[in-house]
């Protein structure tokens, strides 16, 4: 494991859950001026290398609307919910 790219990762997110395979779920939030969330997530290994990176994006009500897996590939946005439900 790197213990240098663990403290910058636990310095950029603030934010984490200790995996049962020994990586790393971490994450912080953006607050929009709409009332509007984005959460950012970066899932590591055990070693910190990333495995995965996605944004999900909450409505001012707190139901996810919006999810973009931007690594290993760029999936683009994936619609969760229809906009009138």
Same mark, same amino acid.
């Given at each position: 494991?790197?213990?240098?790219? &663990? =403290?910058?990762?636990? &310095? @950029? !997110? %603030? @934010? +984490?859950?200790?995996? $049962?395979?020994? %990586? &790393?779920? #971490?994450?912080?939030?953006? /607050? %929009?001026?709409?009332? +509007?969330? *984005?959460? #950012?997530?970066?899932?590591?290994? *055990?070693?910190?290398? @990333?495995?995965?990176?996605?944004?999900?994006? !909450?409505?001012?009500? %707190? =139901?996810? &609307?919006?999810?973009?897996? /931007? !690594? $290993?590939?760029?999936?683009?946005?994936?619609?969760?919910?229809?906009?009138?439900?």
């Amino acid at each position: 494991m790197s213990v240098a790219k &663990r =403290r910058q990762n636990e &310095r @950029t !997110f %603030g @934010t +984490w859950l200790d995996l $049962p395979d020994g %990586g &790393r779920l #971490y994450s912080y939030d953006v /607050k %929009g001026r709409s009332g +509007w969330l *984005a959460r #950012y997530v970066k899932q590591v290994d *055990a070693d910190e290398a @990333t495995v995965r990176f996605y944004q999900e994006v !909450f409505d001012g009500d %707190g =139901r996810l &609307r919006d999810v973009h897996e /931007k !690594f $290993p590939v760029d999936l683009g946005h994936r619609k969760m919910m229809d906009e009138e439900s």
